[in-house]
Nanobody, 124 residues
Framework: QVQLVESGGGSVETGQSLNLSCESS????????MGWFRQAPGKEREAVAS???????SYGEGVEGRFTISRDYSKKALYLQMNNLKPEDTATYYC??????????????????WGRGTQVTVSS
């Protein structure tokens, strides 16, 4: 089974930045998507961003222009640079991947592999 391990979460003030990292335990073909989801208390997980099989990127609501997703294929790593953080960004952030080609990591039902999450807290 693929294991995903996140790091880089923390507590910051509004307007500050964080860089999340995710490392996979094994090589994932470039055709497989990797992405980030987040979940706040009492809510379902929502897509944040995805690096798709064609190396295009997708972003969820409210993050485009502030967040940048990138993937380092040689390092088996996924990153999420989060700038201008807002209190509504507070959530547990999960790394995710799908072991099939042609699927975007933008729907939790499409995800095969989940990390255990890293907490991001943004205070005013």
């Amino acid at each position: 089974q693929v294991q995903l391990v996140e790091s880089g979460g923390g507590s910051v003030e509004t307007g500050q930045s964080l860089n999340l990292s995710c490392e996979s335990s094994r090589f994932l073909p470039t055709a497989y998507c990797m992405g980030w989801f987040r979940q706040a208390p009492g809510k379902e997980r929502e897509a944040v961003a995805s690096v798709n099989g064609d190396n295009s990127v997708s972003y969820g609501e409210g993050v485009e222009g502030r967040f940048t997703i990138s993937r380092d294929y040689s390092k088996k790593a996924l990153y999420l640079q989060m700038n201008n953080l807002k209190p509504e960004d507070t959530a547990t952030y999960y790394c995710a991947a799908r072991d099939d080609a042609g699927v975007r990591c933008m729907n939790s039902r499409d995800i095969n592999f989940w990390g255990r999450g890293t907490q991001v807290t943004v205070s005013s």
